[in-house]
């Protein structure tokens, strides 16, 4: 130790080795009684990502853009360090760094993690890397050849098969014995590597003796390779198998491996309620093996998949400390150089420049990962949305860390700060107590010193459609611009006429402050109370500052438009612009279907965002349906949507766009049904239950009815035979285009179902879902054939709510609860949805041996 220790500080002063840092002469982490230390005797508690840039589809998308690799990471890892994170994870493609026989083969790929990994070490992110994933290098495309040893062997076979099992041990020995080529040092012995995860994700069937063999010869291998760092082996992939369980914790191995995907995967569109139900707790079904409480536990993969929500991972934060792990690495951080697309891994979506709201709560997280103690106990559901510092508010999408030093905030907030005048860190998007910015990029405020702070300001983001459709490189989800917008900053420490200078590369921006205010484009500034301060740091700051190249900054509107309004409801109308060059005003158009002319109201700007509530009600008195634009005016030029058109509509030449016609809503009479599910509308927004057996279609002509959704279980279980939670048929959320809230809901107070059942006397639970997410029902009877059945809000009690399909597949079918509440027009406003099962009698199930079928066409609030 004493010869290691002399030697990294004379490498640490050499100037011939300047990328090799002495943090790799460190001794390793270690587990003591299930707990894991980094050489320092400090417990490990990092939050990170996972990133693939080396490998697979990901680095083909990435060559294939015309970037530099090595800048392109350079990039990604200041961002990540930009986002708090410390802890980096990668399966790596071992078919694309091997041949048949398990050798390691030294390429670009293998070149790529060497640089990424001593990159993250330089920024102080440590990394747990597991050397085998098996999985072909495809998806989302199709596989392109490789030599590796894995191709011939199924996952299972890879812990069977004698040659599998070679080839694994010849390709470990290599790998942890590859030296890095930017450090010098062995993966083995590299110290800002923790540990190891010995396989991902893999498939073991039959006798758990001989996979506990089968793990105890991967340590073998390992340790004989000269590994002494911490090993850790996947525990949730088998499901809830205790016995496997067991096994495995009965090896020599130092941790566990968990994944967690409470939404789902691969949805191919966002889920448009509330989830937070779903991780209000991390189930650990094999916590109490005493086996198992003697290893360290670690998420080697997380994601609230296909949720745009802001307010996830600072939950799931709070749930990993609460279940004792020390480890979390999000799955998976886009490169940002094709993060506009999100076509990687479309049910994922985490980048700093794309998602800048779910950026800033990951930063939350992170912070509430390595603060909160392990074994914290949040609290009960929807109460926990409020901890040890953090408040997490769906409805306004928006999370919040408030603290002395530290105050982040995913979204406009009317929070105030702790203590403003012992802020040190701000980082938000929108508007808050301390900043008022009309972007929507996020922005880093960092103190320097008294009367001395640097500001980063990244680019607007608009959502141009559903990033979690299928995969596609031609389609562009979010587009970025560098706008210039106002900033006003209020913080005692610069006061109201603080001096600005623009510190990177070509930013030369330097002006003084006017009631707190300045007009800024993105980019890295020093901000000072005097200008004096600004000349004493120049050329002493960091003035990196990075960004993709933004090739197509031009018009861009985003509009949801509804399904059906009533009179009486809000006639309110919103879209976002955005475009590199300035807008001088957008304009909303409105006429009845039929009429000639529209009427021309302006829209309010905030920021990007434009707003206009119509309330000229008498030129609306009759029904039917209306249709509108929005024209945006920019100098001489004026541009329509839909369609990014020429002109205005009113004009008698105007053309548009192919294809392209005016938004559209049907205008009810007052009291008509307000629609919470259609099924003729209504395709996108059906989410399948965890361990669900149900079968579902849209079929058309469904009992001479029109388009239904038809539900089936091929039979019901009991509490003899299973779970109440396995007959549930599904859960829906509400439609992207049915905006309850804008709707006056007053005087309703009855939920109706049209539907169908094969057979009389099925028995189903149907609820609503509130703004928490959480259940409130009712049971009812149904006879055969078609029938209307109306439930009054009245009888609706709380209900175990469903949670969606999940992974690991040992989380819970529900989540329990008696909170009590109220369905007012208010509440009605926030509802999450609808949730349907059957509910199992013992002696009609002993009856019938056929399966159990229903067909749902609409479900509708209605006044009775």
């Known amino acids: 130790m004493k010869l290691l220790t002399k030697l990294a500080a004379v490498l640490a002063l050499s100037p011939l080795l300047p990328l090799l840092s002495a943090s790799v002469f460190a001794a390793d982490a270690k587990v003591e009684d299930g707990v894991l230390y980094l050489d320092d005797g400090s417990e490990v508690r990092h939050f990170g990502v996972n990133y693939s840039a080396p490998f697979a589809f990901t680095y083909r998308a990435m060559v294939n853009s015309g970037v530099d690799m090595h800048a392109a990471i350079d990039m990604d890892v200041a961002h990540l360090k930009r986002l708090g994170v410390t802890g980096y994870r990668v399966h790596v493609f071992d078919r694309e760094v091997s041949d048949v026989k398990g050798n390691l083969v030294d390429n670009v790929h293998l070149e790529l993690l060497d640089y990424l990994l ?437 018009l861009g509107l985003v509009h949801q438009n509804v399904q059906a309004l009533n009179q009486g409801d809000a006639l309110s109308f919103s879209t976002s612009v955005m475009d590199a060059k300035a807008i001088d005003k957008v304009e909303l158009y409105v006429r009845y279907l039929g009429d000639s002319e529209f009427k021309v109201y302006p829209m309010q700007a905030h920021g990007s965002l434009y707003l206009q509530t119509l309330t000229d009600v008498k030129n609306w008195q009759r029904t039917g349906a209306i249709e509108y634009a929005f024209v945006v005016t920019q100098a001489a030029d004026q541009t329509s949507f839909p369609g990014h058109a020429e002109g205005n509509p009113n004009e008698w030449d105007f053309v548009k766009r192919s294809g392209a016609a005016f938004y559209q809503f049907e205008w009810r009479a007052k009291g008509t049904p307000v629609s919470l599910f259609n099924a003729t509308l209504d395709r996108d927004n059906l989410i399948y239950p965890q361990n669900g057996r149900s079968e579902w279609r849209f079929q058309s002509g469904v009992r001479d009815q029109g388009l239904g959704l038809q539900l089936y279980l091929p039979n019901l279980l009991t509490s003899a035979t299973g779970s109440e939670a396995d007959n549930m048929l599904v859960r829906i959320s509400s439609a992207k285009d049915n905006a309850l809230s804008q709707h006056s809901l007053k005087g309703y107070n009855t939920v109706q179902l049209r539907i169908y059942a094969d057979q009389a006397n099925e028995h189903v639970s149907v609820a609503l879902l509130n703004e928490d997410g959480l259940a409130y029902g009712a049971v009812v009877t149904l006879q055969a054939g078609w029938q209307s059945i109306s439930i009054p809000l009245a009888d609706l009690s709380p209900m175990p709510t469903v949670l969606t399909k999940a992974y690991p597949m040992f989380m819970p079918m529900n989540y329990p609860h008696s909170e009590p509440y109220r369905f007012d027009a208010e509440a009605l406003g926030k509802l999450q949805g609808v949730q349907l099962g059957f509910v199992a009698k013992d002696y009609e199930i002993k009856a019938r041996d056929k399966g159990h079928n229903i067909v749902l066409s609409e479900i509708n609030l209605i006044k009775r």
């Open 118 to 554: 001593n990159k993250l070490a330089a920024n102080g992110i440590r990394a747990i890397i597991t050397p085998i994933a098996w999985w072909g290098n495809g998806y989302p495309a199709p596989d392109t050849e490789t030599q590796g040893f894995a191709n011939g062997f199924t996952k299972a076979q890879m812990n069977t098969e004698p040659k599998a099992i070679t080839a694994t041990h010849t390709y470990l020995k290599q790998f942890f014995a590859h030296k890095n080529s930017y450090s010098g040092v062995t993966y083995g012995q590299d110290a800002n590597i923790i540990a190891f995860e010995l396989f991902n994700e893999p498939s073991h069937h039959g006798d758990v003796y001989q996979s506990q063999s089968y793990i105890d010869g991967l340590i073998k291998v390992s340790h004989d390779s000269g590994v002494t760092k911490p090993l850790f082996y996947n525990i949730s992939e088998q499901g809830d198998n205790p016995a496997f369980a067991k096994a495995v914790c009965d090896s020599n191995i130092d941790g566990i491996a968990y994944q967690w995907y409470p939404t789902g995967l691969v949805k191919m569109s966002r889920i448009n309620s509330n989830t937070l139900v779903n991780v209000a707790h991390y189930t650990n079904p094999f916590a109490d093996i005493a086996a198992c409480k003697t290893k360290a536990k670690m998420i080697y993969e997380f994601d609230a998949a296909d949720v745009t929500a802001s307010v996830m991972y600072p939950a799931m934060a709070r749930s990993f400390r609460e279940a004792g792990f020390q480890w979390a690495t999000q799955f998976a951080y886009d490169p940002a150089v094709i993060a506009g697309s999100n076509a990687d891994y479309n049910t994922h979506f985490l980048n700093l420049l794309y998602t800048p709201s779910k950026a800033i709560s990951f930063l939350i997280a992170g912070e509430v990962f390595r603060q909160v103690p392990r074994g914290f106990e949040g609290g009960a559901y929807p109460q926990s949305n409020h901890f040890a510092d953090v408040s997490l508010d769906y409805g306004h999408d928006v999370s919040v860390l408030n603290q002395p030093a530290r105050f982040y905030y995913s979204n406009n907030t009317d929070e105030k700060p702790q203590a403003p005048k012992k802020l040190e860190h701000i980082a938000g998007v929108g508007s808050s107590a301390i900043v008022n910015y009309d972007g929507n990029g996020s922005y880093f405020l960092d103190k320097i010193s008294d009367g001395l702070w640097q500001l980063e300001v990244y680019p607007d983001a608009l959502v141009l459609s559903d990033p979690h459709q299928n995969s596609s490189l031609k389609r562009e989800a979010v587009r970025l611009y560098q706008a210039s917008r106002h900033f006003n900053l209020a913080l005692s420490d610069l006061g109201q006429h603080y001096w600005l200078q623009g510190i990177n590369q070509g930013n030369s921006a330097s002006l003084q402050a006017s009631k707190g205010t300045v007009q800024l484009t993105p980019g890295k500034y020093l901000l000072a109370k005097d200008k004096s301060l600004l000349a004493s740091k120049q050329g002493k700051v960091d003035d990196h500052y990075y960004l993709p190249p933004m090739p197509h900054q031009t």
